[in-house]
């Protein structure tokens, strides 16, 4: 078994007839997707379009009953059908991710320091000193002061703890950032903080990410180039900024149509 | 025109049930104990009280299906007759604990707060008393019966049952449906028929029919140690309890109650599984229709 | 800290409430404590000597005072029968039942546990319904049933494999260590396996539904592999769930615990208690159902710190709900 080692700069990823099927019910069918050189890549659909699935196939996180097909590039390591410590060694080193819901994702029984230090643990070796010393360097990136690493997630408000989620993908300086609808648990607010600074850091890093989301108004944030999703399958891709001014896909058009619809109402109902 | 929905829900859920390879070994058991129950009420192949004094410890025989005890009196007839008073105890005891279970659910997610503290704390408290400990202190007045049996585990399920649903009440009485039925003036009686139960019934069945499997291994256990079922009273526990002090000579005849408990009590663990999945109206399309 | 308080003060109004239930079961018994205890054909005068004797003809609240306040200070009576004194009684039993309970314990932890992860980490179906196979006829096995057949397997003199003892306990207790032990494998095995095939179902549940998790998708994230992370995460965020769960168990393992003394002839609380019932012992079962009764309630309490304990959760759910 071959483990990756992964020495340029970038990962590109490369998604040919990616199929993923749950207790023999197709979820996604012959997705083909590109992520080049730090590029930030958005996958945007409706709940249900089969778009975290999607997320999980690259990270090998499907689950038990869901069987892959197709192939996934990450760097020169094909993911689909991949050994389990194969796609082990990849996560958490060269591919870090940030979930929906840190309050259901971080381990509630760990202080964040610990969390934080998690993945430079388990792939690097490094004493514990200078691991602590980059854990409090990695939650000043993110905003966070050093008492936080003495908390429970508990004890954080959401917006904090997915700066604790972010931390945890990016202490290891991954190749690529996997992000699954991240602020959708958030306020708009917040939304918007985390957004900005996952993009600043993501580009600083100089590293890659697809980011999954299901508005339009963060994707249009956070990505360059995107992808649209519709039950399982891609029905439109190109530049954000483009495909935003003018849908081709009818069924795209609807979706773009009904949420400015919704940021004109949200607008007007705040300019009142 | 409710109850014609309701059988028609209950056939669905029967018809989801039997579709399944276990369910169909729960529902073919639970109905022959039934079965068995009903007709040892007029016939059993022997007499429970024709003792054979010069046939005990018989082999099994064309008279004597499972052979005869120590007494000489006929196994299998007093299996068949042992079913009936288990039936009985692990019916009554389902109804007490079901009843008591829901009071107490009811008292623990009520709006009146002293109420809802007093009850949780008590059922916090209780829980840790387990049902032998109950029967005990029931048995000190009223000797060995089976009524010891029944208000034991009426009372120690109960308590269980009123902690396992309580999660599922809570959430649907803090839900805006029941918050808005009550800004219309529902009583709060009527929230917790309409409202509150529907959403725990599921867990409230699932509980019931592994309650009922414990009430049957709490028989055996309770009349061996000689504060259920009276001597005398026809029970698996009985049959399990006499054939212990020969286990010695004749360890055969120990073999068939046990037996008998563990396939009735298996069943009933395994329909309570299968049921849990079958009235899930996430999974099970049909129910969502009727 | 003010949640210790409060559970503690529960427990001890528990313990009170509980006492006044074992009271008064004692006393709507048809006729009184005393002719029940002299036999059904004593004569009066007896009857009325043992009354006067053990107080039973001052009013009931005295009675009762008179019992807790004895019991607050160690003091649990005396025996009518054999004239010693209550505690050092139970002393002796609990002896050989407490061992009982833990080893019974061990057994069912060591089944359970190990054969929950197991099961639940096994992907291939056949493999899954094995193991679900022997944790639902595990359970529904009576306690007297098994051990009935451990000794037609195992039991000394009477069993196919004739390598331990089946009844009995030594005359020395624990100073003769190695048959004292011998003697309480069988019923721990007993007591242990079919409390092992309900533990082994409540893990599978428990680490089943966090292995569905996104506490398990994170943790992945960061490199674990899934079965790494089952075992380190996975079983951690499983504990304060399967910490009750063994606690109700330990309580419960009684019911199990006083069949089995009874069928292997171990002098322990169990049996005692049935003998002294058997005997109408009154004031003996009195006690005795009030210390058991106690160690349950403790045990209640000392679960419920300990799941606080391992779930900082709980603790910050008041200032957490906040946002």
Redesign the interface.
């Known amino acids: 078994m071959r483990m990756p080692k992964w020495k340029g700069k970038f990962m590109i990823v490369e998604a040919k007839r990616l199929g993923i099927s749950i207790a023999g019910k197709s979820i996604v069918s012959s997705v083909d997707l590109h992520i080049g050189d730090g590029e930030r890549v958005g996958l945007i659909g409706s709940s249900g379009s089969g778009k975290s699935m999607i997320s999980k196939a690259m990270l090998g996180l499907l689950p038990t009953n869901a069987t892959a097909e197709g192939s996934v590039m990450l760097g020169d390591t094909q993911v689909i059908g991949a050994d389990e410590t194969v796609l082990a060694s990849l996560r958490g080193r060269y591919v870090g991710a940030v979930f929906q819901n840190p309050a259901s994702s971080l381990n509630p029984v760990l202080i964040v320091g610990k969390q934080v230090e998690l993945p430079l643990k388990l792939h690097y070796d490094l004493d514990k000193a200078d691991r602590q010393k980059r854990v409090i360097a990695m939650l000043e990136k993110v905003g966070l002061d050093e008492a936080t690493a003495n908390k429970y997630p508990s004890e954080l408000s959401g917006g904090q703890q997915q700066r604790v989620g972010i931390a945890t993908a990016l202490i290891t300086s991954p190749r690529l950032i996997i992000a699954d609808e991240p602020t959708t648990a958030l306020d708009s607010i917040t939304q918007r903080q985390i957004v900005d600074l996952l993009v600043t850091l993501v580009d600083k890093a100089g590293a890659s990410m697809l980011f999954i989301t299901h508005d339009f108004s963060v994707l249009a944030r956070a990505t360059t180039r995107c992808y649209v999703l519709d039950d399982g399958q891609v029905i439109e891709s190109g530049d954000t900024a483009d495909l935003l001014d003018n849908p081709q896909n009818a069924q795209t058009k609807k979706l773009v149509g009904a949420a400015r619809e919704l940021t004109l109402q949200r607008k007007q109902d705040c300019d009142d | 025109m409710t109850k014609s929905k309701s059988s028609s829900k209950f056939s669905i859920v029967l018809r989801l049930i039997w579709r399944r390879g276990e369910g169909k070994f729960a529902l073919i058991v639970l109905a022959s104990w039934v079965v068995v129950s009903l007709v040892s009420l007029v016939w059993t192949p022997q007499s429970l009280w024709a003792t054979d004094g010069y046939h005990v410890w018989a082999k099994p025989s064309v008279a004597h299906w499972l052979g005869t005890d120590g007494t000489g009196a006929d196994v299998f007839s007093w299996l068949m007759a042992g079913a009936r008073t288990n039936l009985f105890i692990a019916i009554l005891a389902v109804v007490f604990a079901g009843a008591l279970g829901i009071l107490l659910m009811s008292a623990m997610v009520s709006r009146n707060s002293a109420l809802s503290n007093v009850s949780v704390?008590?059922v916090?408290?209780?829980?840790?008393?387990?049902?032998?400990?109950i029967a005990?202190?029931?048995?000190?007045?009223m000797g060995a019966s089976v009524a010891v049996v029944i208000i034991a585990c009426g009372i120690g399920y109960g308590l269980n049952l009123a902690r396992i649903a309580r999660p599922q009440a809570l959430l649907a009485a803090n839900s805006d449906y029941v918050g808005s039925a009550l800004s219309y003036g529902a009583s709060g009686f009527s929230v917790m028929l309409h409202h509150i139960l529907p959403n725990a019934m599921p867990t409230i069945m699932v509980q019931l029919s592994l309650s009922a499997?414990t009430a049957v291994?709490?028989e055996?256990?309770l009349t061996?140690?000689?504060?259920g079922v009276p001597s005398g009273v026809p029970s698996w526990?009985h049959s399990?309890?006499t054939s212990?002090k020969f286990?010695?000579v004749y360890?055969l005849t120990?073999l068939w109650?046990?037996l008998i408990?563990?396939?009735v009590?298996?069943a009933l663990?395994?329909f309570g599984?299968v049921l849990r999945d079958a009235i899930d109206p996430v999974t099970n399309p049909e129910l969502r229709r009727s | 800290m003010r949640f210790v308080i409060r559970r503690f003060l529960l427990f001890v109004v528990a313990l009170l409430a509980i006492s006044v239930v074992i009271f008064a079961a004692l006393r709507i018994l048809p006729g009184d404590v005393a002719s029940v205890m002299a036999g059904l054909n004593a004569p009066p005068e007896r009857v009325a000597q043992l009354r006067s004797q053990m107080g039973l003809d001052r009013p009931l609240v005295v009675q009762y005072f008179s019992w807790l306040g004895g019991l607050l200070q160690g003091n649990f009576g005396t025996s009518l029968l054999t004239g010693r004194s209550i505690s050092s009684t139970v002393a002796m039993r609990a002896s050989v039942t407490f061992p009982l309970i833990v080893l019974g314990l061990i057994v069912a932890l060591a089944i359970g546990l190990t054969l929950g992860v197991v099961s639940t980490l096994a992907t291939r179906p056949a493999v899954r319904s094995a193991f679900h196979f022997i944790a639902i006829v595990g359970g529904a096995i009576p306690a007297l049933w098994g051990g009935l057949l451990l000794i037609l397997l195992f039991g000394r003199g009477t069993g196919l494999l004739d390598v331990l003892p089946s009844q009995g306990f030594p005359e020395a207790g624990w100073g003769n260590f190695g048959s004292a032990l011998a003697s309480l494998v069988l019923p721990a095995l007993t007591v242990g396996i079919i409390d092992g095939a309900s533990l082994m179902r409540y893990t599978r549940s428990a680490l089943g539904d966090v292995m569905n998790s996104g506490y398990m998708d994170q943790a992945m994230a960061c490199g674990y592999t899934r079965r790494q992370a089952a075992l380190k995460v996975g079983l951690r965020l499983a504990t304060p769930q399967l910490v009750s769960v063994v606690g109700l168990m330990s309580a419960g393992m009684i019911t199990g615990v006083m069949v089995i003394e009874n069928l292997f002839a171990l002098p322990g609380i169990g049996a005692g208690l049935v003998t002294d019932l058997g005997n109408r012992d009154l004031i003996a079962v009195q006690s005795e159902l009030f210390m058991l009764a106690a160690f349950f309630l403790f045990v209640g309490f000392l679960v419920d710190l300990l799941h606080r304990f391992l779930d900082p959760r709980l603790k910050h759910a008041v200032q957490g709900g906040v946002q």
């Open positions: 704390v008590a916090d408290a209780l829980i840790s008393i387990p049902t032998v400990l005990l202190i029931l048995a000190v007045p499997g291994l709490a055996s256990g061996y140690l000689g504060f526990g399990l309890a212990v286990i010695n360890p120990v109650p046990g408990v563990t396939i009590v298996v663990n395994v599984d």
